[in-house]
């Protein structure tokens, strides 16, 4: 069974794909826009060129665009995972901080390759307008070989068998010379012996190879959660941002006046002196009763409780203030008792 297919434009493709070259940005952390175009971009631009809108696998990213949106996914992810990484572990510290940046870049440029020759080892892609199938060993980058006219996409009875050979030199037509010369000899082994990791690697094991394998099955691992996500639906209201935000508001609290606390607890029968001192005792002033000044209009108003709480606090204070420090009098050398004196 063939479908048919319109392919799509690298810009098109980046259009659509902005929100992950974004994190991909954010990862390469370069300090110009021009370095990321030349050293990032550019590698995701012949990366959309040469799937087009093709999808990756009949299971895994198989809507228009997947081969694409899977690599973005591949090189993020392993991206995310070079950053906790060591890198030239084994070297001085001037050599290591020199090369750790090639490794991180050496990472991307794997995970960016390593999906190039997935399509073809599933479908037969077929050009409508002559009936000509692809062969990207011949014809090279897809969407130019194909350009606006439609293509057929035919599932192969067998998948053909995956050869990391044949994949390092389809990347070839999307790392450039320019960029690989910036590359130390190691780290350039590192690269190609880590497009299209072995998914079972046997013996040692290259720190840039783990890194693009794992990223690879991170990629496959949320591809396939959201291909088996089921979501249950909401069975309340949702309120709109208008009633979120009354609910949000803070209210205003208007402060009940209440007769301050005690410090001490009153005698059970005051004295005369007592009683008319405080019949002759001051009110509290307004200033206690009302909010401070700190709190504005409008703002949460302070409790009575709290004020009180206040006063007290301040007055204590003033107290210590007022006294000042207690001084100790000196006390003599102890005695010791006759009992237990020494004889």
Known sequence: MSVVHRPMKASDLLATHEKRIELVRQCANESTEAEFERKWLSVLRRCAAWFS??????????????????????????MRLAGGQKFAADMTSDKRRRLEPQYIYAVFLAAACSSLDEPCRHFEIV????????SPAAHGAFGNWVGEGDYLVQRRATPLKSERMRTAMFAQTVITPELLSGLDNAVLADLFG????????????????????????????????AQ????????????????????????????TPAPPAPTEAAPLAPSAETASEAAVA???SSSAAQPTSGSASGGPQLS??????LERSEAQAATAAATGPLTRQPRGPRRRPPSIRRR
């Not at 709109?240 to 402060?255: C, D, I, M, R």
């Not at 009575?304 to 709480?309: F, R, T």
């Open 53 to 78: 809108s093709m999808p990756l696998t009949p299971e895994l990213h198989a809507e228009l665009g997947g081969a694409f949106r899977a690599t973005i996914e591949s090189t993020f992810y392993a």
């Open 127 to 134: 050009r409508v307008v002559d009936h000509l199938a692809w």
């Open 194 to 225: 880590a497009i299209n990791p072995e998914k079972s690697p046997q013996g040692f094991e290259a720190l840039v190879h783990k890194v693009v394998r794992q990223a690879m099955d991170v990629s496959v691992e949320f591809e396939r959660k």
């Open 228 to 255: 088996r996500g089921v979501f249950a639906p909401v069975k309340f209201d949702v309120p709109s941002a208008v009633h979120v935000a009354l609910e949000l508001q803070p209210q205003v609290v208007a402060a």
């Open 282 to 284: 001051p009110l509290p």
């Open 304 to 309: 009575q409780s709290l004020l009180d709480a």
